[in-house]
């Protein structure tokens, strides 16, 4: 009889979890998700949590997060001792989420591919009549 496979978690679902074992994490339902706070406990969803940016941030404590910066606020230690951590926690290799996706650049320059153009919309009006030779 073969064993079903374990569904994968997310880290910070992981990590929320081991710190705190009677929260229950909410079902995925976009990029932020609503639900209770596992730090201060309460009746009501005060909290939101990201499982693409393994993130975490509650709006009535002002408790937030990622992965290392909670493992890094209960234990202690630098950098590289929460990756260890992460890893052990999560069961496997920890890999941070990318600050920025590779999507659209936050602004437009001038003349840059996909701007639409490389001449400034003003540039096509007529020239005036006393201007004209």
Known sequence: MAVPPVPAVAPIVAVLRHYYPGW????????????????HGEEHASASISFS???????????????????RQQEGGDHS??????????????????????????RRVFGQPGTGSAERPGDRR????????
């Open 24 to 39: 229950e994490p909410p079902v995925e339902r976009g990029e932020w998700t609503r639900c209770r706070c596992p730090v």
């Open 53 to 71: 940016r393994n993130a975490f941030r509650c709006h009535g404590c002002g408790s937030k997060g990622d992965v290392l910066s909670i493992i």
């Open 81 to 106: 001792s929460a990756v260890r951590r992460a890893e052990e926690i999560s069961g496997g290799r920890y890999e941070p989420v990318p600050r920025r996706t590779d999507g659209k650049p936050r």
């Open 126 to 133: 007529p020239l005036p009549p006393w201007l004209r030779s």
